[in-house]
């Protein structure tokens, strides 16, 4: 990764974020409404908490077959995605609730799905929302060798059959967290010294991270092998539900950012970049489905990712009503508003993007 970050042009001469950004405000103050979440937002977590939880007690307290235990496993998935994308994302993004204890009691939810607030928040708020779309910056992009999600990536031959093998890595994302990609994150960015909010304590960071996977260990692993479930049925549960929450987390964040339409500008040689961070989220997002009540409910408004990008400390209940006022003042400016009208279509043009960058780049 590339230390120095680049800096985004200061001066807007479209005044874009101005004219949005006061419009936005006129919106929630014509409405007397506030950017947070509200009786909706806390029904859903409701729910979701309960889709996610609820089969777990089912497999501790019922004996069932085998193979109702690993659907019940695919219904905790479910959930878990649908947790970290509602109620977790808007947690650690402050939109949650007006009370700063709420936000960080429901960002706090990460835990249990293995992750942790520290690493999520430098990860996605600071790098991911900063520097979007940047190689080199937005960790987002960076899949080691194995998926080449830019041509500034350095291409492999096998790259070729990537748009085949990424969907089965997909599935990866969440038990990664759980086994090694925290403790890896950590160590880099506390060497980097970044931080989001006011810095912590190396050894608090360490200690909470360490005790979190503990419990974590202990409630999904440890106690269903006390209560008498066969361990090989623990793990095989345990991977199926992360599998399954991994698969949908990752299609989702990959429709938003790599797709055909979306650009990977990179710094001059001052590391200054060509627009305001604003305008750069245009060219670097897109949204899909915007229409898809279902989609909408269920990804945490992440379907609307432009709105999400350039207004992160708004709750995603919003997003729908704002989004006509983003899309409309971004073409009176004559700037990009990328957007998919299916969630078909995007899938599409996402694998078709992978078999473009996944070319040996001399013939493409």
Known sequence: MINT?????????????????????????????QKTGNWTLYLKTAILITVFLAPYFIILTLDMPFWTHLMLTIVMGIGMAGVGM???HDGNHGSYSNKTWVNKFMGGTIYVLAGNVYNWQVQHNVLHHTYTNIPGHDE??????????????????????????????????TFNWAITTDFRQMRSYLKRKLSYGEPKSPKILWTTLIITKVIYV?????????????????????????????????????????????????????????NTWAIHQLF??????????????YTGGLNHQIEHHIFPNISHIHYGNIAKIVKETAQECNLPYYEYNTMRSAVIAHFKHLKELGMKPELT
């Not at 670097?284 to 409910?297: G, H």
């Open 5 to 33: 970050p680049p800096t985004f042009a200061k001066q807007d001469s479209l005044k874009f974020f101005r004219t949005l950004n006061s419009r936005v405000n006129n919106y929630f103050k014509e409405n007397n409404i």
């Open 86 to 88: 509602n109620v977790m």
């Open 140 to 173: 987002d992009l960076d899949a080691g060798r194995v998926i080449r999600f830019t041509k500034d990536a350095k291409w492999y031959n096998f790259h070729r059959f990537q748009q085949y093998y990424s969907v089965f890595l997909y599935g990866l994302l």
């Open 218 to 274: 202990s409630i999904w692993i440890v106690l269903p092998i006390v209560i008498g479930i066969t361990w090989w049925k623990v793990l095989i549960g345990f991977f199926i539900m992360h599998y399954t929450a991994g698969l949908i987390l990752s299609v989702v964040f990959q429709l938003a950012h790599v797709v055909k339409e979306t650009t990977n500008p990179s710094p001059n040689e001052l590391g200054e970049m060509d």
């Open 284 to 297: 670097t997002t897109t949204n899909f489905a915007p229409k898809n009540k279902i989609v909408n409910w």
